[in-house]
């Protein structure tokens, strides 16, 4: 059988208006399957509506867990899809439908569901990780085998990859660049949830436990992710924190950014929805000032499509340097240092309240991210993918490419044109982000008592002194001045100077 993929979707420059892709032309007789992978809504959904607009048949929803994908899960973010999942299925019951639940490979448990329901065609959204696209060459392949139609529908970002290009090159690897281009292209608006009765009654098995996933219960207590936690999120933010989001963005004390980001990765909103909340807000701005932060945050949505777009085009960058040196970066990979980074016990105060942030909620401020990773790779000169794989086990909302991304631009290995001389000063950055400590003490409680100054001073003070005022907290465990050269000088060294 053919592959069915509508041609619009395919072609990667020309913008795209809705609703040409969803004129609703049936192409399928039978019924269609739609498995929901990272997607988990009901709302702006193009596959979804993609399903639901290729057959007069009403659509099948499933979800899979598939062991493969699960090996590179953690235990908050297990939490944070049965969350969300639970919220996908009350959403399909609502509307006399359900959403069937699969354990195993999915390309096992894709082509018996189909056989099962005498499903015509399968649609789901693409994915851009390397593994995930590994899985759809296998689920591709498996269902064409028995005749079943695959449709995979572009949907978690804007602008898919290959669809914004540098003269030479399938995609950018500065931002300000692929930024011109994003912020101009046209953006398709959300798309209403399919009809009730182009949803099947089906009756899907109760979801199964973490315990029965292989998984303890997380640490971290992180936000709720369902879809109306995602609406109330975005509704929220755009009625008034986004007019101070350029200024508030930097604070980690500060309530100041959007909190989205483990929406965006279990897609339990939309990003057109996510954008159209921003234009409404930009054009309800009373001042320049207030339009310019809307479109602050525009941009960080943009450095979310870039990545996606990086990591499309090489995805062996999650293990791999994205730029080379000329030797090896000389890390030093102390296993001590590793572990009182890991706990936040490193004895700057800023990268303890981070790390420890991380511990608590699965969730760590962007301004103190940078910060966390530039201590790791440069003060502790220890391999950027270590400080991957401890982000990717702790956050509610690690997604491979931002991810990879924010760790190789932190260890200067990355896309960002910044030299690999930049290294962080966290004393500095403490005083100038987090002036009164407010984020600090939060997060690091044997500072409570002790004053701002004191403690952006920690490292210069004399031992005594700070055996006095946090006897229980501890000293630095490195010297920052001494470590900033050595980290410069390792890189000089892979440069071959
Ligand atoms: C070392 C490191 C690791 C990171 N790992 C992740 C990760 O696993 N998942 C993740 O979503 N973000 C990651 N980021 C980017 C950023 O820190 C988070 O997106 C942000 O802190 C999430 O909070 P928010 O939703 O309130 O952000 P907001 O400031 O409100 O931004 C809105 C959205 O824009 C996107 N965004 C914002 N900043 C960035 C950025 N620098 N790069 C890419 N997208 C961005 C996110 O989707 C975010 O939800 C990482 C950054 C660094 C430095």
Redesign the pocket.
């Known amino acids: 059988m053919t592959r069915h993929v509508d041609e619009r979707l395919a072609t990667t420059d020309a913008p795209r208006r809705y609703p040409d892709f969803f004129d609703a032309r049936v192409v399928s007789s039978g019924m269609n399957l739609y498995w929901h992978r990272r997607d988990l809504r009901g709302t702006d959904n193009r596959g979804l509506v993609r399903a639901v607009s290729r057959s007069a048949e009403p659509v099948i929803p499933v979800f899979v867990f598939d062991p493969t994908v699960l090996e590179h899960a953690s235990a908050v973010r297990v939490a944070c899809l049965l969350e969300a999942l639970e919220g996908l299925r009350a959403w399909y019951r609502e509307r006399g439908s359900d959403l069937l639940v699969a354990r195993g490979e999915a390309s096992d448990v894709l082509p018996r569901l189909a056989a099962e329901h005498d499903i015509d065609a399968v649609v789901w959204a693409e994915d851009y990780s390397g593994l995930a696209r590994e899985r759809d060459r296998a689920v591709t392949a498996a269902l064409e085998d028995d005749g079943v139609a695959c449709d995979p529908v572009h949907d978690a970002i804007h602008h898919e990859p290959g669809s914004i290009t540098p003269n030479e090159g399938d995609h950018y690897s500065v931002f300000s660049y692929f930024w011109k281009k994003w912020r101009d292209r046209e953006k398709l608006e959300p798309l209403e949830p399919p009809a009730a009765d182009a949803l099947a009654a089906v009756t899907g098995e109760p979801l199964p436990s973490a315990s029965e996933l292989g998984f303890d219960e997380p640490t971290a207590t992180p936000q709720s992710v369902t879809q109306t936690a995602a609406r109330e999120c975005v509704t929220e933010f755009c009625s008034g924190p986004i007019y101070r989001y350029a200024d508030a ?1 930097e604070k980690p004390a500060v309530d100041g ?5 483990a929406h ?2 279990w897609g339990t909103i939309g990003i057109r929805a996510v954008y159209e909340a921003t234009e409404r807000a930009a054009e309800r701005a009373a001042t320049d000032d207030d339009r310019e932060s809307v479109v602050a ?1 525009q941009r ?2 943009a ?2 499509e870039f ?1 996606a777009h990086v990591l499309a085009f090489n995805p062996e960058t999650v293990t791999e340097n994205f730029s080379g040196y000329e030797h090896d970066i000389p890390w030093r990979n102390d296993p001590d240092e590793l572990e009182a980074w890991k706990a936040g016990e490193t004895g700057y105060p800023i990268v303890d309240a981070g790390m420890r942030q991380l511990q608590a909620e699965g969730w760590m ?2 301004r103190v ?2 910060l966390v ?1 530039s201590f790791l790779t440069k003060d502790l000169l220890i391999d950027w993918r270590e400080g991957y794989d401890w ?1 990717r086990r702790k ?1 509610a ?3 491979t490419a ?2 990879v ?3 190789q ?2 260890g200067s290995t990355g896309t960002d044109a910044q030299p690999y001389f930049r290294v962080f000063n966290p004393m500095k950055q403490g005083r100038e982000y987090d002036p009164d400590a407010a984020y600090i003490r939060e997060y690091v409680p044997e500072l409570e008592a002790v004053a701002a100054d004191a403690i952006h001073d920690w490292h210069d003070l004399e031992s005594e002194r700070r055996a006095q005022l946090a006897p229980s907290y501890p000293a630095p465990i490195v010297d920052h001045g001494e470590r900033r050269e050595r980290a410069i000088a390792a890189f000089e060294q892979a440069r071959g100077e």
Request: net charge positive; proline share 0%.
């Open positions: 963005r950014t959007s909190r989205l980001s965006l990765k945050f960080q949505l450095w979310r990545y401020h962007n991210r940078m990773a982000f956050l909302d690690h997604e931002n991810d991304g924010g760790w631009w932190a």
